[in-house]
Structures are given as C-alpha cells and as structure tokens.
C-alpha cells in the first residue's frame, strides 16, 4: 500500500492516514530519492517540496522513528529564578527562567547573554547532559531536583550535587561565546523526559496520553528524542520574550543524542535558523543504512559504526516501537537521514565530528550531506560546497558545511571555534 501525497495537508494530518506496517512497506533498494514522493511522483520546484514532499516525509519520521511530535502541551510563560548582571567577569549577564511548557514541572532554562550590546544578539539554544549547574559554577543556578545521570567519574548516583557546579564548564565554553558576542542557552534534558527507559516511559504518558483508558501508547508514540526536540521549541517560545535575544538567530546545538535532538528540532520547526548536531551519529546525522564494511562485527563482536539494531536495542526509548522493526529489514525504511537534514532546507547545517569517533560514523555523515545536497539545490540554489570531506581541523562552511577534528567523542573548544567561525558566515 502506497501512502497517498496530499498537498497542503500538516504531518498531524497526515498522520491520520493508514500507515502500512513496517513490514508491509516496499522494500527499496539503496537511499530513498528525497525528491521523489510515496506516489512516484518527481518533486522539480520548491512549491512542490514545501507543500508536498517536505510534510510527507515530517509525517514518516514521526511514523516509523521517532514519534509524534507532541501536541498536548506547550509554552503558557515563564518566571525569572536568578540573575547576574556581572557574571563571567563581567562580560556577561546570566539569568535562569523557570519555563511553564503545560506539564507538573517547569523546564529551567539558562540563558547567558554579552554585554554592552547595542542590539538583540543571535543565540546558540542547546540541550544538556547533567543540568544548567554543571555548564556554569554560578551558586545562584538551580539544582535540578529529578533524575540526573551519575557524573563522569561514576559518583553522585542520580541526584544533582552542589559539588558538581561548573564541571562542564570547558564543554561549553559559554566564555568563549560571549567573547564571540553570541548568547547561549540551556536546559535539561531531563526537565523533560529522564534519559532512563522506564522512567522515560512515564513522563512521555504526560506529553502523549493513550488515545482511550487502558490502551498503550502504540507504535508510533511520542518518544524521548521527539520529545527534547519538541523542548527546543518551547524554549525558543521563551527567548522570544527576551528583548536582548533575536529570536530569528537561534542556533540549535547538541552533543551526541542532544545532537539527534538538534537536528529533529531544526527539521521539524523552521523558526530556527540553523543545526549544528555534533557527533549525532545513528539515529541523528548518521546513515540507518550503514554500510557493510562499518556494520560487521569486529573482533569484539560490535560493528565499526552504530547500527540501528544497536542502537534500538541500547536505547529503546529515544525512538518509537516502529522503529526496531527496520533493524534486521533496512530496505523497508522509506527515509534515511539526508533526508531529515533536507527538511532543514533552506537554512544551513553543519554536521561536527571527531576523527577517533568511528562509531557515529563520520564519512557516513558527510555522504548524508551529499544525498542532501539536491534538495538544498532546488530550494537554495546551493549546498555542499565540496565533493569530498574537508581535511582534519578544516572547516568547509558552505550551507550544507563538514567540520571533523582530531580527538575523541566530545564537546571541546576547538569545536565552538568552528561553529562560531560557520555562524559568523551565515548569521552576520
């Protein structure tokens, strides 16, 4: 059965069709074209991508990945918790929101901002590990009061400690962009949904209800990676309040699954005006269709690159139940991810990696800008500036741009040097 096109109709709508079964979809033979529609038909204008093509494939992703989108909750204000006017030396002003999204809890947002601007400044919005205390040392920043993941070094358990202030503070350089004269803001993953499956599962009941009373969820319920990336937008609803931000430079930024969350956040909301996932791999920036020589098991048993056979069985929280059942049947998968980094288009996405980081698949990712690449032609009139990766520590900031530097799976300043370098190109 072949999913109807349907012009003008919203993902939510369209989602309201008859979904075949994953194992009833056809099976496809290599990337799916993104500018080719479920009916056959070739999408040749913007016109017929907008309004066509782009919401056809929003629906599959929510379909068969990652859920729908929620639709219950959302942004009704906010409350200022904290502010200081002379943080970072006095360089910066940092304040903390309390964010009412509609669920029992408000999200903490922390917002950094450069001083002794004259006008509104573009903002990098980005999702974190461990809560806004570890990405500032400031005693003035809330604690979060759920679940936390243990630090680091394996101590502190799941509570947010006050002996943990600051101790990502060299991940996020926040410093570093208040130099650059950009603002950053934050907030915790787990404001939303706990990354823990089971304590996962109850907060997502709150943001996506069983249809009727003793029904499940089903296969196509909202997940947590839809979910944190539904929390972006409602935290640039909030920096859309604040005078010193400009809401129409937001940057979406994240690290590993936080960067899977920047990317879907950026697709699936065009307010924003630019992704930088960084070293997003599966289930983010990286290839569903790994290709053979990175998906055999090595000595140890493991594939080179993560699989989404891994990675559903690993985390069977981030994506819905569909979604496990394209692990053994990968041809059946109407989409990959160029063409969720299609959805994007026009704006521009830099995808950020490291060259020790084997498992997110770094020259997988560059081949998802390359099948990208016609999509951004046909809507921007341009797109991948360059047929090859860039080489280590080169920064190719065309719209569709490639960072990859030496070093292992991490945030670093030498990536916040790149995407503010990308940023100055296409926010100044």
């Avoid at 004259?118 to 400031?138: K, Q």
């Avoid at 907030?187 to 089971?198: A, N, R, T």
């Avoid at 809507?379 to 920064?395: I, M, T, W, Y």
Wanted: some cysteine; proline content about 7%.
């Amino acid at each position: 059965m072949k999913l109807p096109v349907i012009a003008m109709l919203s993902p939510a709508l369209l989602l309201a069709t008859e979904f075949p079964a994953p194992n009833s979809l056809p099976v496809q033979q290599g990337l799916p074209d993104p500018l080719v529609a479920r009916d056959g038909a070739k999408i040749t204008s913007r016109e017929q991508w907008e309004k066509v093509r782009k919401p056809e494939l929003r629906a599959l992703f929510e379909q068969y990945m990652y859920g729908r989108w929620p639709s219950g909750a959302g942004w009704t204000g906010q409350k200022l918790l904290f502010e200081n006017k002379a943080a970072l030396g006095g360089a910066a002003t940092v304040r903390e929101f309390a964010v009412d999204v509609g669920l029992d809890s408000p999200v903490q947002l922390l917002v950094a901002t450069p001083n002794g601007k004259s006008g509104p400044v573009p903002c990098f919005l980005g999702l974190n590990f461990y809560g806004n205390h570890a990405v500032l040392g400031l005693d003035g920043i809330a604690l979060p009061t759920g679940w936390v993941r243990a630090s680091r070094d394996g101590s502190g358990g799941n509570r947010a400690r006050a002996e943990d202030r600051g101790r990502e503070t060299d991940a996020w350089n926040v410093a570093m962009a208040i130099q650059r004269g950009y603002a950053v803001a934050t907030f915790y993953q787990g404001d939303l949904v706990p990354d823990e499956p089971k304590l996962a599962e109850s907060a997502l009941l709150k943001l996506d209800p069983p249809k009727a009373s003793g029904e499940g969820r089903g296969d196509a319920a909202t997940a947590t990676i839809a979910a944190w990336a539904w929390g972006f937008s409602q935290m640039l609803n909030a920096l859309e309040k604040l005078p010193e931000i400009d809401a129409k430079r937001v940057v979406t930024v994240g690290h590993s699954r936080n960067g899977k969350t920047a990317l879907l956040a950026a697709a699936f909301d065009d307010r924003f005006a630019m992704a930088i996932p960084s070293q997003a791999g599966s289930g983010g920036t990286g290839p569903s269709r790994v290709a053979a020589e990175l998906a055999k098991p090595n000595d140890k048993g493991r594939p080179t690159a993560e699989t989404v056979a891994v990675i559903t069985k690993s985390f069977p929280h981030w994506f819905c139940k569909n979604f496990s059942a394209f692990a053994e049947d990968l041809d059946r998968l109407p989409f990959d991810q160029h063409c969720l980094i299609a959805l994007c288009a026009p704006r521009p996405v830099l995808l950020s990696n490291a060259t020790e980081d084997l498992w997110a698949n770094p020259s997988g990712q560059f081949e998802m800008l390359r099948a990208a690449a016609p999509v951004y032609q046909l809507v921007a009139k341009d797109g991948l500036g360059a047929d090859e990766s860039p080489e280590v520590g080169q920064l190719l900031n065309s719209r569709l741009g490639y960072f990859i530097r030496s070093g292992k799976h991490s945030m670093t300043a030498t990536d916040w040097s790149a995407w503010y370098d990308y940023a100055d190109r296409w926010l100044r």
